[in-house]
């Protein structure tokens, strides 16, 4: 009984697509990230613009 045969066998690798090669489904994926990055984006120059949005809160006076 030796030692190294215990435990799980390592999957063979795939071979590696080449740069060129993307399918339809990464290209639409890739789309999609980024058209949600632009909305991200907006989004955060509207917020910024608009300033604190936590000022809603209970007014602690001064005066105890």
């Known amino acids: 009984m ?3 045969e215990g435990g799980k ?3 063979l690798k795939q071979p590696k697509k080449q740069a060129g090669e993307t399918d339809e489904e990464g290209t639409a994926f890739q789309r999609k990230q980024k058209e949600e990055q ?3 984006e ?3 120059a ?3 613009g608009k300033g604190h949005l ?3 809160g209970i007014k602690k006076s ?3």
């Open 46 to 48: 509207k917020a910024a």
């Open 9 to 11: 066998k390592k999957p």
């Open 2 to 4: 030796s030692g190294r």
């Open 38 to 40: 632009k909305k991200l």
């Open 62 to 64: 001064g005066k105890k």
């Open 54 to 56: 936590a000022t809603g």
């Open 42 to 44: 907006e989004l955060k």
